[in-house]
Nanobody, 122 residues
Framework: VQLQASGGGVVQPGGSLRLSCSASGFALDSYAAGWFRQAPGKEREGITC????????YYADSVKGRFTISRDNGKNTVYLQMNNLKPEDTGVYYC????????????????WGQGTQVTVSS
């Protein structure tokens, strides 16, 4: 049972990145799946979570209107499209399952990806 995150990198403010999280050993579409991030010197926070049926989505206020979560069940993968990136989006991004699509907490999370670094800097 494993999650593998990829797609991080260095981008200028206003730029875009797409993160991918591929699952192995279990069917990701059976679970709420989402993304957390940990900025330097800060605690890890939940930024988005997509329910198993895709009917409910949690977004942290800091990313609403800029980030979009989606999944491809055929590829057993969840994505995070990040647009209009800001320096405060810098951090390590972790995919996780299950996640809390109401409050964005990690109280249900059993499986974590390894983290991918996103740096937003001019």
């Amino acid at each position: 049972v494993q999650l593998q995150a990829s797609g991080g990198g260095v981008v200028q403010p206003g730029g875009s990145l797409r993160l991918s999280c591929s699952a192995s050993g279990f069917a990701l579409d059976s679970y709420a799946a989402g993304w957390f991030r940990q900025a330097p010197g800060k605690e890890r926070e939940g930024i988005t979570c997509l329910s198993s049926g895709n009917a409910r989505i949690y977004y942290a206020d800091s990313v609403k209107g800029r980030f979009t979560i989606s999944r491809d069940n055929g590829k057993n993968t969840v994505y995070l499209q990040m647009n209009n990136l800001k320096p405060e989006d810098t951090g390590v991004y972790y995919c996780a399952a299950p996640c809390d699509h109401v409050r964005g907490s990690d109280r249900y999370t059993d499986v974590w990806g390894q983290g991918t670094q996103v740096t937003v800097s001019s």
